[in-house]
């Protein structure tokens, strides 16, 4: 299992929120300051979200995403804001990010969707953002009036194989990993499924491993410390 700490960038620092609310916003530091911290711990893959684009559709943090990209030698996904070829292309090719993560356009624009899969193939995954079993778009603030299995069909059908699924209902809030709906849509969808949301303990770690779950973002939990990294990597590699 591949274990993705998190970086979320809002106003150029790295925060985190609370069920994806701005007004939460906790301050943790440099985002570049954290990407090597991880790394240097031994995590394997990082998962960067540009909170800006994904509110305002601001370009406000490429410093600090071209900061992490020299920072770290594991690979970076990122996510937040890709509405446009323009901007999934800058990321990818001039930013030297690895895969991009398209969440709502997966919903509103499926051409944009597929051309982006056409073009990229692996390097593009989708975000599905879960609230009472309904996909949430537009900073989870709309229904997408799809739900999380019909979404990944689609999205299989353009060719993509990996979906970062957050559970809204337990972003930030260190209630633990949904590991059940987790575990179903791996299984109903055939595809690699990210758990986001919730992850606050070894237990959730183990939990996830042990339902054979593609990966997890680990996010407040790291930061809060009520989890620590080299032990979390030892679990997930066993």
């Known amino acids: 299992m591949?274990?993705?700490?998190a970086i979320d960038i809002l106003d150029g620092r790295a925060v985190r929120l609370s069920l994806g609310k701005r007004d939460t916003a906790t301050v943790y530091g440099e985002p570049a300051e954290l990407a090597k911290k991880w790394a240097d711990l031994g995590a394997e893959f990082l998962h960067v979200v540009d909170l800006n684009a994904a509110f305002d559709n601001a370009a406000v943090n490429e410093k600090q995403i071209e900061d992490i990209r020299r920072?770290?030698?594991i690979p970076v996904q990122l996510g937040g804001g890709f509405k446009s070829m323009d901007r999934i292309a800058h990321c990818l090719d001039n930013l030297g990010i690895d895969r991009a993560i398209i969440g709502s356009a997966a919903v509103t624009n499926p051409a944009l969707f597929q051309e982006a899969a056409k073009k990229y193939?692996?390097?593009i995954i989708c975000g599905i953002d879960e609230r009472n079993g309904r996909v949430s778009i537009k900073g989870w603030v709309e229904d997408g009036g799809i739900t999380p299995v019909e979404?990944?069909?689609?999205v299989k059908s353009a060719g993509v194989t990996t979906v970062v699924y957050t559970d809204i209902s337990r972003d930030g809030t260190l209630t633990g990993a949904n590991v059940g709906k987790t575990y179903l849509l791996q299984k109903l969808s055939g595809l690699n499924i990210i758990a986001s949301g919730g992850v606050a303990s070894a237990e959730d770690i183990r939990a996830l491993k042990e339902k054979g779950i593609y990966g997890a973002i680990l996010g407040k939990s790291l930061y809060e410390k009520t989890l620590d990294l080299s032990e979390a990597l030892r679990i997930a590699a066993r």
């Open 2 to 5: 591949i274990l993705f700490p």
């Open 71 to 73: 920072a770290v030698k």
């Open 121 to 123: 193939g692996g390097r």
């Open 151 to 154: 979404l990944c069909a689609k």
